[in-house]
DNA sequence: AAAATTATCTTGACGATGTAAAGATAGTGC
DNA sequence: GCACTATCTTTACATCGTCAAGATAATTTT
């Protein structure tokens, strides 16, 4: 049966045995499982089914589930970053406007992708020795500091970058989880205002 | 084999049928899995044999694995609260130094007990809507709402709830998670002034 | 005290999962 | 045309969560 040369072949390749891009199409199916099971409800074997392939074809590309994971995560750190820089070009050019910005695209960020944001922040799952990842996640963090530096003047202190970081990821992390209900009822452009005004507060010499 | 009464049974109850309170001892169980394991390794039937029982045996208690880590997440938040008691102690009885001190509390809970902070914040696997669960969380909650009123005076506002804890449970969930290495390579007198400041920080209006 | 009932725990089974090993298929270089 | 490698499938196995049935102990009832 399989020693015949495919008779639809030319018509349409149905089952193709070679994927043609694969490793993308895993990444791309990890995201929708992701998603729909969240982190910990996470199976490779159903990455696989959504890619239409074998159960055992991610360890090809990936070697194990935490493989898979980690170059998810990356991915994740990438999109991270660009939903930051995505809200700062919304706002004014100031570097305190920049700042309290790529604040409120954290908090966008975690709450248009939840499951991700868990991922990148809340899992062990993913390998963080990765250099791929690690690299990721440093993009990540050079922009804060690039961001907190260009607001206060002279090197960003340790302060400064904490209370900054701490207050973004505090609002996105319990924002997404569901938690301070009574801003998730807030309309969008009221919140949107008041996370700015709160990511400043973090800034204000004490 | 098993129809004659335990011939041991009067020197040592090596393994008695009937565990005595095997309820308390499984949480105990769960504890210890979870800080081994992490929330997502954490295994039920490794539980079970912590706690010298059965794979079945928990099931009896708790229904299922989502029922015993719900059972765990509640002791976790009642021991989350208590922390914040003892480190409130610790500090002089002014309202701001009380709040400060608890934000401070929240985030020693998070660095002694990085998996069961995790749980009870950063996973779906215990039910939130239990009722147990739901009453702990919410003591949680009432503390944080207390200390903030006690400080700004009037019934707090929801600028000042967001700011306070997401200030507290960012620093909390990102040194718990090894990120802010700077901050966690301080020497520890020096770290809690920082984290202090910078919870005091989050009430200073903008 | 004896019997019946209930609570507690064990055993055995099933499907789902992650991973390893071996085989099949297709593309690549010579 | 042929060897070689990359890619994917199949098979197998250990572990996990959960269910069902049975065994054992404690409690209640009579």
Redesign the pocket.
Known sequence: M??QS?PDKAIEPS??????D??AALIKAAEAELTDKGVEG?????C?KRAG?????P???F????GLLTALAAEGFRRFVATQYETMTEAEPHPQAQLAASGLGYVRFALARPALFRLIFSSDRPNFDNEELCNAAEAAYGLLVENVTATCGAPATIDDIAAVWSTAHGLADLLSAGRLKDVLAMPEAERDAMILRIVIRALSPA
């Open positions: 399989h020693s495919h089952t193709p045995y070679h994927h043609g694969l490793r996470f199976s490779l074997r159903g696989a392939v074998s159960h055992a074809a360890a090809h590309h070697g194990d589930t935490r």
